[in-house]
T-cell receptor
């Protein structure tokens, strides 16, 4: 158990809809990272927050947004969903800087029908 | 183009065999990590290497960071079925943001009993 929690575990929705994925980091970690994993693209970095502020951005679509709240939990919002958005979405937490070691949650499997 | 190239992409071996998987790049990394991921779960951090030429051992797993910090290898001795999984390398680019990990696409290892 990494100490990172993610909800929901599975999510099935239709094209055009909007969903919110939630992540609680390990106790004491200020950084939260979001990743998308698909079979053809591998693990793709989306965005990172550190203590409530956006710190780094990766290949995140404009239809996607995230935020980190004062209690350090984070939410990833995916809107106008397309079939191609079906993937595993992982949240990781860790300390910023240094070795950048990250601890991953169990993921949310999103299926867009 | 993938910043971190992992090879082989797939590897299927018998229990008791030895194996080596590789993680190569033309870029220099300030640190490099290896993760193992089982189906439907999040990646689990195995090791972090930070010094060129560094060798770390974790039971039957030996990790090496190249002298120039551009490549790494993972050697497993006497593989067991429990070693089955997706092995991912990830690095922090030297001189880049300390907060962003770049992942390879992974080596999918199957150890048959």
């Amino acid at each position: 158990d990494s100490g990172v929690t993610q909800t929901p575990k599975h999510l099935i929705t239709a094209t055009g809809q909007r969903v919110t994925l939630r992540c609680s980091p390990r106790s004491g970690d200020l950084s939260v990272y979001w990743y998308q994993q698909s079979l053809d693209q591998g693990l793709q970095f989306l965005i990172q927050y550190y203590n409530g502020e956006e710190r780094a951005k990766g290949n995140i679509l404009e239809r996607f947004s995230a935020q980190q709240f004062p209690d350090l939990h984070s939410e990833l919002n995916l809107s106008s969903l397309e079939l191609g958005d079906s993937a595993l979405y992982f949240c990781a937490s860790g300390e910023a800087g240094g070795r950048a070691e990250q601890f991953f949650g169990p993921g949310t499997r999103l299926t867009v029908l | 183009t993938q910043l971190l190239e992992q090879s082989p992409q797939f590897l299927s071996i018998q229990e008791g065999e030895n194996l080596t998987v590789y993680c190569n790049s033309s870029s220099v990394f300030s640190s490099l990590q290896w993760y193992r991921q089982e189906p439907g779960e999040g990646p689990v951090l195995l090791v972090t290497v930070v010094t060129g030429g560094e060798v770390k051992k974790l039971k039957r797993l030996t990790f090496q960071f190249g002298d120039a910090r551009k490549d790494s290898s993972l050697h497993i001795t006497a593989a067991q079925p429990g070693d089955t999984g997706l092995y991912l390398c990830a690095g922090v680019l030297s001189g880049g943001s300390n907060y962003k990990l770049t992942f390879g696409k992974g080596t999918l290892l199957t150890v048959n009993p």
